[in-house]
């Protein structure tokens, strides 16, 4: 059996898509009756294989989203009949997916669909991706919220199957750090304490807003000397999140720090005294494991698939209320007996998110939707 994967859409790894990626591909198992090849464009021919050292056919095309959701509904069944593939993975399918296919087909969706259309309000891509997903022979959701998603979209339940994913044990663990005042990841010297939000400046629904706001009645009512740092690729909304930090009594403890690499991350979150998550629109919710797994605890907002993958490991609060989400600061901070609670719960929940399983079980859906056609 020979497993098509498409990489385009995943930005180069530098996304959570990407990331899902490069964590899926090298934790494939080894396995005679199945070979793997990965294809997109060449930029990305060293991105996603490393140990494994998975074959890579170039896509010629550019590397922009217009170009590569075109490729999909116009050029990527030829391609995929002269490759030979007896099944294709679609990674990045709540961006782009063809609309017919030539083979056994799944289709990975790792966001908040309806979330995502309605924010693009692009009328032939909501028909797209809606289209190939009613056509497409399987997919695979990263949560029961997504399937749940999925379904009041209107698409077969019976064809939905959830598999988390998984995270990084080898390098999100819990760190003994030296003493130190701060955390020093280059080109960044962070002052402890602080508190951690690791996500992309995207939207209003990330909730960086109001997350500064509540930080700063934290800091006025309490005068403690926790800093907040938010971290991630600033995009459409920065510039929001700016203005409200800049309005803030608190400007000078609070950290925006642009894009972190990814293997930076666990010392990042070691060096925190909590992380707080309060994104209302999460689907994956991959950020609070990885904390909860480096051994700091977690408060975060009770929407999105949040509650689903943090249990009763977090400290939640209402995202839309500034008190609540204020409160729920402060008592992660100051509850020493709920933070060693929360810290010792978290760390032995996340041992359920294994990459090798996520791997496994997916390779198993590759493996079922041929033997479907056969």
């Keep these: 059996m020979k497993v098509g994967i498409d990489t385009l859409g995943c930005e180069h790894a530098r996304s959570g898509l990407g990331s899902y990626l490069f964590s899926l591909v090298n934790n494939l198992s080894d396995d005679e009756n199945t070979s793997y090849e990965l294809f997109g464009i060449e930029a990305d021919k060293y991105t996603y294989s490393t140990d494994k050292a998975i074959p890579f056919t170039s896509v010629k095309l550019n590397d922009s989203l217009t170009a590569q959701k075109r490729w999909h509904l116009f050029c990527a069944n030829r391609f995929i009949k002269r490759q030979g593939y007896d099944v294709v993975l679609f990674t990045a399918a709540s961006k782009m997916l063809p609309v017919s296919f030539s083979v056994p087909s799944v289709a990975l969706v790792n966001d908040c669909l309806s979330d995502i259309l309605n924010a693009r309000n692009a009328f ?35 064809k939905i199957v959830v598999i988390y994913n998984g995270i990084d044990h080898s390098q999100f663990y819990q760190h003994s750090l030296l003493d130190s005042d701060t955390v020093t990841i280059k080109p960044f010297a962070i002052k ?4 951690i939000y690791g996500t ?34 600033e995009d459409s909304y920065a510039k929001e ?24 991350y666990p010392e990042l979150y070691s060096g925190a005294d909590a992380c707080i998550f309060p994104s209302v629109c999460e689907g994956v919710g991959l950020p609070i494991i990885e904390a909860m ?62 990459w090798k399983k996520t791997a496994q079980m997916t390779a198993d859906v590759l493996k079922s939707v041929v033997q479907m056609r056969s």
């Design 124 to 158: 032939f891509s909501r028909i797209q991706i809606l289209r190939g997903l009613k056509y497409v022979t399987k997919i695979i959701a990263s949560s029961q919220f997504i399937k749940k998603d999925l379904v009041k979209l209107g698409i077969d339940s019976q």
């Design 192 to 195: 402890r304490p602080y508190l």
């Design 200 to 233: 992309r400046l995207s939207g209003p629904s990330k909730k960086h807003v109001e997350l500064v706001q509540a930080f700063t009645r934290f800091k006025e009512k309490t005068h403690l000397p926790h800093r907040l740092v938010l971290t991630g690729v």
């Design 241 to 264: 999140v700016s203005k409200a930090v800049a309005k803030s009594s608190a400007v000078s403890d609070i950290f925006m720090t642009g894009y972190f690499p990814k293997e930076t």
């Design 293 to 354: 797994a480096t051994g700091i605890p977690v408060a975060c907002s009770r929407a999105g698939v949040l509650p689903e993958v943090a249990g009763d490991n977090a400290v939640y609060f209402d995202a839309n209320s500034i008190e609540d989400m204020a409160d729920g600061i402060e008592r992660i901070v100051t509850d020493t007996a709920l933070r060693e609670k929360l810290i010792a719960d978290g760390v032995e929940w996340t041992k359920r998110f294994q």
